[in-house]
């Protein structure tokens, strides 16, 4: 299996709602991400765990919560968010310390707040 | 600051025609990554070049990683109308770390 599975693949919320994204992998890569891409712009990071625990976290606001329950699963908790939240939510994943060699990105979740 | 620039920003060309990305740093990075990107997706990995100077070529897709490990190239021979989307490079400062710094894109339409 050498995927990342996201879900939802759309998601509609109202600015007092909680959702919860979810991010799978069964490539046995221990190091996972969440990306947020805005239109016609590249990915930025958000969120790095690795061997599940948060390694790197790009000063994001606390309306967003990430857990790891394991090695291969990668959630993203929503809460309070902003319309200017609305975005492709991307989970990658790589092998730990092997950035360098790339990552296997899922197809990502639209999110739209509103 | 952005790291890694790409040129040009956007690129529309017609089916057969060759065209050149360039990603260009004033930093040195061990590795340089090319994704493509299309509508609603995520970006796909199409090739990873470590070594100044090395070639890659997957089928009419070259790339160059430069000799001072600063800079890259994606040329495309006869592109195809399959060959839209974003194309990104992006980056690793050193051999151990997990985080990539990714390239402002490049947006490239070919039109049949």
């Known amino acids: 299996d050498t995927e990342v599975t996201q879900t939802p693949k759309h998601l509609v919320m109202g600015m007092t709602n909680k959702k919860s994204l979810k991010c799978e992998q069964h490539?046995?890569?221990?190091?996972m991400y969440w990306y947020k891409q805005k239109a016609k712009k590249p990915p930025e990071l958000m969120f790095v765990?690795?061997?599940?625990?948060?390694?790197i976290n790009e000063s994001v606001p606390s309306r967003f919560s990430p857990e790891c329950p394991n090695s291969s699963l990668l959630n993203l908790h929503l809460h309070a968010l902003q319309p200017e939240d609305s975005a492709l939510y991307l989970c990658?994943?790589?092998?730990?310390?092997?950035?360098?060699?790339?990552?296997?990105f899922g197809s990502g979740t639209r999110l739209t707040v509103v | 600051t952005q790291l890694l620039e790409q040129s040009p920003q956007f690129l529309s060309i017609q089916e057969g025609e060759n065209l050149t990305v360039y990603c260009n740093s004033s930093?040195?990075?061990?590795?340089l990554q090319w994704y493509r990107q299309e509508p609603g997706e995520g970006p796909v990995l199409l090739v990873t070049v470590v070594t100044g100077g090395e070639v890659k070529k997957l089928k009419r897709l070259t790339f160059q990683f430069g000799d001072a490990r600063k800079d890259s190239s994606l040329h495309i021979t006869a592109a195809q109308p399959g060959d839209t989307g974003l194309y990104l490079c992006?980056?690793?400062?050193?051999?151990?770390?997990?985080?990539?710094?990714f390239g402002t894109g490049t947006r490239l339409q070919v039109f049949p």
């Open positions: 490539m046995g890569h221990r190091a």
């Open positions: 990658a994943s790589s092998q730990t310390g092997l950035g360098y060699y790339g990552y296997t």
């Open positions: 930093s040195v990075f061990s590795s």
């Open positions: 765990y690795s061997y599940e625990k948060l390694s």
């Open positions: 992006a980056g690793s400062r050193s051999y151990n770390t997990d985080k990539l710094i």
